[in-house]
């Protein structure tokens, strides 16, 4: 039986001004008081302006469905109780053009040495779908199969048109934006 799960990350902004706002610790952590959100659901992400909230491992749609719809308002609650909302956009709409905080983990703390341009300039969200497969050879073989779906794939996904205040002339900038680093794209054959 195949199975899979979903993360979801979230700008959080003031619903005021639409501004990235560095909450996520307190939204995380009112997100994890509700009955109705298990520990490790809602997570922090890159930037002390986004939250990441991930399903458990699922066996069909409609329970990953049931799992997204749940988080997704806990999330909402948390956010609201902090002073801010939850935008499910590729990009941020509006920055301010002071970077935004890491979040304090050994990982982010390295990327952002590593990378600190592309890490200020990360304003940016996903849908992760992870999908089970039984081994490595057979995770090629799937993969090798979507890769003339790839651009499909991204005009599917297209959610980012607006990044800091302006019309970014794509469809998904965050795809343009992404391809920056040097650990993205896709693999040659």
């Known amino acids: 039986m195949t ?3 979903v993360e979801e990350e979230y700008l959080l902004v003031d619903p005021a001004d639409g501004l990235p ?3 996520a610790e307190a939204v995380r952590v009112a997100a994890d008081l509700q009955p109705a959100v298990s520990g490790g659901e809602v997570q922090p992400e890159l930037l002390r302006v986004q939250v990441e909230v991930a399903t458990p491992v699922c066996e069909t749609l409609d329970e990953v469905g049931g799992h997204l719809l749940r988080l997704r308002h806990a999330v909402s609650a948390a956010a609201e ?3 801010c909302r939850i935008a499910a956009s590729g990009t941020a709409p509006f920055a301010s053009r002071s970077p935004v905080e890491v979040t304090d983990t050994p ?3 390295s990327l ?3 990378a600190p341009r592309l890490v200020d300039e990360q304003l940016m969200n996903g849908m992760h779908v992870h999908v089970a497969v039984p081994d490595r ?3 090629v073989v799937v993969l090798n199969r979507l890769r003339p779906w790839l651009p499909v794939l991204v005009a599917m996904s297209a959610n980012s048109p607006v990044a800091d205040g302006g019309d970014t002339g794509f469809a998904s900038w965050r795809t343009i934006a992404l391809g920056r680093w040097s650990v993205s ?3 040659p054959v």
Request: hydrophobic share 30%; charged share 20%.
């Open 21 to 23: 706002m560095s909450v």
């Open 81 to 83: 109780q902090a002073g």
């Open 107 to 109: 990982r982010y703390r």
């Open 185 to 187: 794209g896709v693999p």
């Open 112 to 114: 952002h040495s590593d």
């Open 3 to 5: 199975t899979l799960g």
């Open 137 to 139: 050879d057979a995770g």
